[in-house]
């Protein structure tokens, strides 16, 4: 092919913005000859390029859009450290059928036990499966429509939590909730209640929210809604940060 006839296509698959097939077409063109495809063949292959591309820029904006704090995932998560964690349950809720049906997710336990590393690998998870993700701690969620209940806006931010498939609100509990903030909680977990699926994360167990609530009533409801269809994992293992750290300083007793 001459230099002339290379550039033009490449400006054509620029406009297109067909980059996969930019990125692949000297190869794929090259195997095409050799192997003697057909047209047909040959302009298959060229597509699943692009095909490919275009899947993994989706998943990227998905991930980048659900504002995960670090990015980990289920094959990193090493399940004999934390053998209270049913590790079944965990990998086939990987397969997403709980987002599907609307069911939530809690995760309890002490620091470190992964309950935040395991939200975030399901919320991947479901990125790759093209559903719409969001990840916010309790204190920037309720931060969040605390001002926006002042500024008139309250309403769209809560619809803008139930447009997700899956949202993730990590850390309850290592905050102090007042009976505003518990309030619009509690409309957040009512509008999402069967529409659409919520990972908690948790240091407290359910019968100590009511004093993270500073009000039993709205801590009731609230939990009722979130364990109706709810996989409940309580976790009572050892932090992982101090995984080591422990042995290596009785070590130096
Ligand atoms: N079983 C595990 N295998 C591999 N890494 C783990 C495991 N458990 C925790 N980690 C890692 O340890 C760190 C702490 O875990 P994580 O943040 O999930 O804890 P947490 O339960 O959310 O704690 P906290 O209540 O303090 O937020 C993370 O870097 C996480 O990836
Ligand atoms: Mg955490």
Redesign the pocket.
Same mark, same amino acid.
């Given at each position: 092919m001459s230099k002339e006839l290379t550039g033009y296509l490449e400006s054509q698959l620029k406009a297109l913005k067909l980059k996969g097939v930019l990125a692949h077409y000297q190869e794929i063109t090259q195997k095409a000859a050799q192997s003697n495809l057909s047209y047909i063949e040959y302009l298959s292959l060229l597509l699943e390029e692009e095909i490919r591309r275009k899947n993994e820029a989706t998943v990227k904006t998905k991930v980048a859009k659900a504002r995960f704090p670090?990015i980990?995932t289920l094959e990193?998560? #090493?399940?004999s450290?934390?053998p209270s964690?049913r590790e079944r349950e965990i990998i086939s809720l990987g397969a997403l059928d709980f987002v599907e049906k609307k069911e939530n997710i809690i995760?309890l336990?002490?620091?470190?036990?992964?309950?935040?590393?395991?939200?975030?690998a399901l919320g991947i998870k479901a990125c790759m499966a093209k559903y719409r993700v969001g990840f916010v701690t309790v204190q920037k969620l309720l931060e969040e429509l605390l001002l926006s209940a002042k500024d008139g806006s309250l309403l769209d931010k809560l619809l803008g939590y139930s447009r997700l498939n899956l949202l993730i609100i #990590?850390?309850l509990g290592?905050m102090p909730v007042t009976k505003e903030q518990a309030n619009l909680l509690f409309r957040l977990v009512s509008m999402r209640y069967e529409k659409g699926s919520i990972i908690l994360?948790s240091?407290y167990n359910f019968d100590e929210w009511g004093e993270i609530f500073s009000d039993h009533v709205v801590a009731a409801a609230i939990i009722d809604r979130l364990v109706h269809h709810a996989h409940i994992f309580y976790?009572n293992g050892t932090?992982?940060?101090l995984?080591g750290k422990l042995r290596a300083s009785t070590e130096t007793r």
């Open positions: 670090f980990k990193e998560f #090493d399940f450290f934390q964690i995760f336990g002490p620091p470190g036990v992964g309950k935040t590393h395991l939200s975030i #990590d850390e290592y994360t240091n976790i932090s992982y940060r995984k």
